[in-house]
């Protein structure tokens, strides 16, 4: 993707965001290599990697809830 879509699009801001969410120096270096893709088997792969790991977070934060009452 060309440097001025990125800047439009302020997806430096975007991985800022992101890396000050992450937890670990590996997820913190993940999201500073993160790059968008115009690969349409990328964009599906990363897209059901994300549901994936929101459907485990809310599982977990669940079970969590369920045992604290």
């Known amino acids: 993707m060309n440097e001025k879509a990125l800047k439009t699009l302020e997806f430096d801001k975007i991985k800022n965001i992101l890396r000050q969410k992450a937890v670990t120096a590996w997820g913190k ?40 009452m």
């Open 29 to 68: 270096e993940k999201c500073e290599n993160l790059e968008p893709s115009s690969n349409m088997n990328i964009v599906k792969k990363n897209q059901k990697e994300t549901s994936e790991a929101v459907s485990l977070i809310l599982r977990i934060r669940y079970t969590t809830c369920i045992k604290c």
